[in-house]
């Protein structure tokens, strides 16, 4: 394969650090390291001037902190996509961003390949490679982590120090990390043991309930169809209002998750996860959408949820069933409008109150002591229909029902 | 319509008392209480007592709460059924029970009706009476509070000291109160009002998180085929074990949920539930089931709960759906064998461990560092495959990838 | 109830003839007759008449045929939606449709109330209040054949010659008929007896196969996306493309399907129906998505197909979810475009070609022969992950691969 | 690699027959080649000479048909599988059954290797390949096509004649077939040209419709629990009755299929398929399932076929899911007892009559002239609380259902 410039996702780590001097090297490239900025706290000019230290004559730092909200994270919470039933996809939603990122950089830069850092035996590499695909199927893919034959850390410190990498000096953590602004996510190493606790250092952006404060705080969060849009009578733009949930969130320490999960590529791999102002984001988002979604619509809409889920997990973002599914879902939002309160306390969240313009709820409906929305002989007539299709089932086949009955006993 | 001999399911409230003379004095009927032991935790003596006193000639006491965690809350958790997400269907569940064991009395004794306390506005009119029309299509069904002109409480009462029913001396709750060994629900009355939280002293199973225990406690639930048998190292039968959690998860404020959810019969209502060994022993099953069961089979399994929950939701527990469905479920826990730790602090309860001899994880396929799984270069061919059909799709229709490229700015 | 003014869906058949003088005798009211032209194939001038000669003093004919295509028929194939597998939706599609002029001419012409002819056993009563409620909540609603006395035709007719009603001279056929321009049923009357066949001269859309041309006929349909649009080179508007292949696919003998279903209010029925063009345009609409929309995108349409159908049957027409569908729906037709050639032979409708701008099919991607797409060696890669999971299963669980393995004998 | 004994399934044709001494030559191996009879109609004792005349000392004929139709197509067409809404999975499904046969085989011989003779661009290798996961983890497996040098027809050829193989005098039909007694399908060569009709000759199971009977042909098939009993009233094993169900149907020219799909390699693939036998089956336990089985289990059993039919087309049916999947189905299957009556004419097959001893259909239930399952205006009370959750929509949400008013125009 002739490579002459390669657009290469670089995090500043070990792993695609040692990527540079080694694509040069094979395919006597030219490497242009670019850098997204998905909020992961670090200081990305230094993670800049570590690419051009490792070979690297050009490295670009793009800041899309307000696409990731905006255009993954919302849409994603609106789907109510949660891999598994509990995994929040924050690793998932920021590759195809990343590789997005860096295919425009590649465009504009003339590259004719791209790459990226991540291993043979994880999703991410699905989810770049994906991305690639969609995007710019022309340009040819390298993982050299696939490719070469370097394997584990001290063979890649090695590595570095041949080709004058800078290798960081301070031990690393005893399982691998990564950040951006709605998780921390870690995993491998010592939590390999899935039978023993996270230890309580490993936490990053959440407090330790036993330390978090000891009252309660409530928030008042606003959407307006799906869209966050303010937080205690304040208006804010989506990023700061992440940033303030973030802070408010991990200060209770709310969003904590450890939990085994089903990756793409076949094994099962155990994740321990913090998303402090993304729980409270979609704690309160799901109780705005029980007051202002039509029973029927909801209820299709909370299967679609996990195949959304699967979708972005599965690399799957830029893909026509996740935009038909996006079409749907914008469909079911326009009622989203109002406000929900929510109260954390040392590690929890909960909705306590709601409202809405568009609310469908009306105490007067629901009441039991009023007539007003039918006359409760009505409901006779509503139960023998609804009941039909088991009575006549019941009736012509005593026998599966008496083995009903013997069931209970 | 007529009526020689009528089982009530009673309850020992004003609702179902007022029932007992007005049976009588409408039909001209013999009335039969029927009162299920569902673990409500009242005095059922008492309760047998006042129905006498209501004018019932016999009252039977059924102890059913064995049945109710074997037949009922077990396979409801292992089907994962949660209705909206949220509700953990405590008093759908018991209904269809109280159903059945009113049956088999009417049965012994020959009735030739059944009749229910509920409103004409409620969801659990139609889980009685679809029960009845499956276990007993050929007895009468007769719903007073459809059927009279007394409207509220105020009324129940005057009719009720008119006919010599005792009536309690204390005030009731402003909100109605439906218990059980699995929850403790509250809705109407003040309950009404969305935007405001419950009052402190609604909570009757659990602590406030704020007054629990300041330490977190950790639980070892065992499994067998989706069944949990033992906590902390000790055998337990099911009803013991449920009734430990309850205590348990309620000292620390575990199972609260504050929600507006779909009535059947139309409506949105708002129900605020306790359910604190159900939620340890949901929680934990998860957890447990993530280790054993397959991923494949796992995500589809994820789509049968909430059609369960509907089918509970909606009273057709005696269903040929949910006979489908539990042989599915079934078929599913073959391999949910194990332990899981929980860790239950201050109103949550989270999942920090898991083992077991089925257990489909493996440390070293899940390892980055090793290649005993496969040769981390087949992960090249599963991607090309993999994402054919979104890069032909990309080849093929570039305006529609423009528009995914538009989207994201 | 006081009315003043009710528009009534008026078919000019006996059963809603007879309703005018009802209405006027029960309530005093004015009756407006509303005639919706949904390509019934009746001399609607005459119908028109024969509503002021039973008392309507004013009587609308309303040509809704091409929004009938538009608006109802299309978006509907589009969706795939049939249900149980094999209606094809006819009559369910048209009353909403119906309700929705008769709303419109209610409102023009400050009527108060709605009336239909649907009896309480039928699908129709619920599609048609489930749009008024939808479209005029405000308005009454009346339902004569629930509400009066007369039972069957005969009393019908005793009622129509006591009030001055025309009565049809001629022997009514011994089952009920609907027709419209997509599709004709009949139901009931001799047609209860499942087993026996329906008589030959039932049919009146389709040619009976035998007698059906003895050499097969091609056709060429074209769609934009998703639309029809032309046929055997012609561009043609949707009615009368429509009108085209209701022609032609009767002449073959075409669309005919006898089935027994599940009625919305409990009970099952029979229907046979007749959908000439329909059944051809469903067929090749199919066959051109087959080749223009992705795997994953298909499939998970195939899900949403009965669920809509559902909708659509069971009166939730104008529903928020039917909204969400459409969008989802209109996402995937941005590709469908093309052509497909279908074959009509005595009686049946096979698509033997397509062709597509848009076309994901690629001979040279299928060919066994070559290496273009990707190296065969790529495939082993696929497989060593994709099988994973059920591999590491079986390593887990032998004896429940013993069980497998058993059951094959 | 290293390989001493290698279990070989053996078609026959130049694929498999060139393996054997590839096997020999490239392993040093010994080759066992097995032969399961599943139907395929060809001299299977000339097939086990070939074998052995291409230097295989030991050739297997296996003969299970019996199973084939009672442990694969019984359970698929009970569970309504269908891929893609149209291939009724012949080929699927047969290879987990050859792939079992060789298992079997190769335990019994003391084999350490499994090969087959699929390309690398198809579904089979997945097929053949997942099934030795499940079954025989322990045993190396070898696709020969994916990994030698041999490209094409024509250089098989050569090699073969290079090793003594005998080589096919008559020329090689233009695309290629694969035949059992389910199923026959057509792929590849000229059938590539998507847009062109099969040509008249490649149908080998079908009669043209054109030179079909000119008379109807009426057949009463007889189920019992889902299972195919008896046709016309004379008990028949299930092989016997398939086999005169293909004979029926392919005289009558039903079951052909011409369609384009989707490959789980990911391209799209055309397939033309006859299955004569297999699509009056489905039709007539279709039509069947109608009359016994209840509403909501029926509708949810829809959309189970579909995944049911993907994992069968994916090679997963040894999983799981399928187990899970065959015990909801047998659950549906306990009424499934009766017959139907179907009519065969020039290409199609149409169901006219049903009945059952547990039929869920009564004429009385739904005829319209009678009031013997409710009172008419119990429908009232059905309508109101069916179509609350669209009026409350509608009332609080008006700007909304004016876009469906103005949709319509």
Redesign the interface.
């Known amino acids: 394969m002739t490579v002459k410039k390669v657009a290469l996702a670089y995090s500043g780590g070990l792993d695609t650090s040692v990527a540079i001097p080694w694509l040069r090297e094979t395919y006597g490239c030219e490497v242009i390291a670019v850098i997204a900025d998905v909020g992961q706290g670090e200081d990305l000019d230094a993670v800049r001037k570590k690419a051009t230290a490792s070979g690297a004559p050009s490295a670009h730092v793009v800041d899309v902190r307000r ?1 990731f909200v905006t ?1 993954y994270i919302v849409p994603m919470v609106q789907a109510g996509a949660v891999y ?2 509990r995994y929040l996809l924050g690793t998932s939603l920021a590759r195809p ?1 990343i590789a ?1 990122t860096q295919v425009e950089v590649a465009l504009a830069e003339g590259c004719d390949a791209l790459a990226h850092g991540c ?4 999703n991410d ?2 989810r770049f ?2 991305a690639y ?3 710019a ?1 022309h340009l040819k893919v390298i ?1 050299p ?3 070469w034959h370097i ?3 001290e063979q890649a410190i090695e590595y570095a120090q041949l080709h004058g990498v800078p290798v960081p000096a301070s031990r690393a953590k005893p399982y ?1 990390v990564d950040k951006n602004l709605w998780h921390c996510s870690s995993e ?1 190493g010592i939590l ?7 230890p309580d250092d490993l936490y990053q952006y959440t407090a330790d ?2 330390t978090a404060p ?3 705080e409530y928030l008042e969060i606003d959407y307006e169809e799906g869209r966050p849009v303010g937080l205690n009578g304040e208006r804010l733009d989506p990023l700061g209002l992440m940033e303030r949930l973030n802070a408010i969130g991990g200060k209770h320490g709310v969003g ?15 994740g321990v996860y913090e998303t402090p102002g993304g729980t409270v984001l979609v704690t309160a988002h ?2 705005l959408e ?2 202002t ?11 679609i949820g ?2 959304y889920a ?2 972005v997990y ?3 973002w ?4 996740r ?10 939002q ?2 989203v409008t109002g406000t929900v ?1 929510v ?1 954390l ?4 969240v ?6 809405s313009p ?6 007067e ?5 009023d ?1 007003s ?25 005593p026998h ?2 008496r ?3 013997e ?3």
């Not at 390999?192 to 996270?198: G, K, V």
């Not at 935009?323 to 079911?332: G, I, K, L, P």
């Not at 909960?350 to 409202?355: C, D, E, N």
Request: hydrophobic fraction near 40%.
């Open positions: 696409a255009d598994e039933g961003l997005r291993t043979g035996k994880g590499q699905v490679e994906l695909q969609a995007l199927p993982a982590w696939r490719s394997r584990g850390r691998s491998a390999e043991d899935i039978w023993t606790e996270p309930p036993r000891d009252e309660p904590r998750m450890d939990m085994v999960e089903n990756r793409l590529v076949g094994m099962k791999t155990r799901r109780d029980a007051i979604i039509e029973r029927e619509c909801a209820h299709y809409k909370m299967l996990p195949r699967e979708l599965y690399g799957q830029f893909s026509p069933l935009q038909a599914f996006d079409a749907f879902v914008a469909s079911t326009r009622t309160r109260r306390y040392k590690g929890s909960m909705a306590v109150g709601r409202r568009n609310s469908l709820y009306n105490a409906l629901a009441t039991f002591s007539d929305v039918y006359d409760q002989r009505e409901a006779a007539g509503f139960i023998t229909l609804w009941g039909l299709p088991t009575r006549i089932f019941a009736q012509t086949n599966l029902i083995f009903l009955h069931r209970v006993r």
